[in-house]
């Protein structure tokens, strides 16, 4: 099977006051093409140092990290905004869409950035938003929406591009508990449709509805 993200001996540190911290301890990680993982661990373990590193958001300071074939360390930041945009779709717990755009244009943006004509566009957006259930409500700007359908708003948008890798962290932190299953439940339900998702996570339920665990300690990984 296709291997998208390989990371070996991953290094990451930084400077607090007058010392440095380690973030990351010489991390190895894989996942392949279709799984779906969860990265479990307490805060100050690494697991939000690893996120920014396996989105390209940062770059390691020791290792090695290939993404989807492409060799991540010693890439400019125009290559690294490229490899994001081209080969990541991301979820956040805050959603970060724009209040002032439709959940359709929200959807949208990243794939005007890209250079995708509108014609493409506005047909990619609409099938990720029916995906998600939402298609209907695509002329709604987010405060006119629940936390959870911005949430299934900014999971339209990460997949609209069809990235390799979804990349959620905390994707359901900000939701009750109710609107937090029907979320974790879209995206098994996008993993049985072949994405690959990686969850980051604190929440053991989440963990437990993933195929593969992982556990940050101290800046390590472990297989659960």
Do not use: W
Not at 44 to 60: A, H, V
Not at 92 to 97: I, K
Not at 114 to 121: A, D, N, Q, T, Y
Not at 134 to 141: P, S
């Amino acid at each position: 099977m296709e291997t998208l993200i390989e990371m070996r001996g991953i290094c990451k540190q930084y400077t607090v006051g007058e010392q440095r911290v380690k973030a990351l301890n010489g991390v190895d990680f894989t996942v392949a093409r279709g799984e779906m993982v969860a990265i479990l661990g307490p805060s100050g373990s690494g697991k939000s140092t690893l996120m920014n590193l396996l989105g390209c958001l940062d770059t390691p300071d020791g290792g090695s990290y290939r993404l989807a074939g492409q060799t991540v360390e010693g890439m400019t930041e125009g290559q690294l905004s490229r490899v994001r945009g081209e080969t990541v779709g991301f979820v956040f717990q805050g959603f970060h869409l724009l209040p002032g755009l439709t959940a359709r244009e929200n959807v949208e943006l990243p794939l005007l950035y890209r250079g995708i004509p509108e014609r493409v566009r506005r047909k990619l957006a609409l099938e990720s938003l029916q995906q998600v259930g939402l298609a209907a409500r695509m002329d709604h700007r987010p405060a006119q929406l629940s936390g959870g359908q911005q949430q299934r708003v900014a999971i339209a948008r990460a997949v609209a591009g069809n990235p390799p890798v979804l990349l959620a962290d905390e994707p359901t932190g900000n939701l009750d508990t109710a609107a937090g299953r029907e979320i974790l439940a879209l995206l098994r339900d996008l993993h049985r449709n072949g994405h690959t998702v990686v969850i980051i996570t604190h929440d053991p339920a989440i963990g437990a509805a993933c195929p593969r665990r992982v556990v940050m300690e101290d800046g390590r990984l472990r297989e659960d």
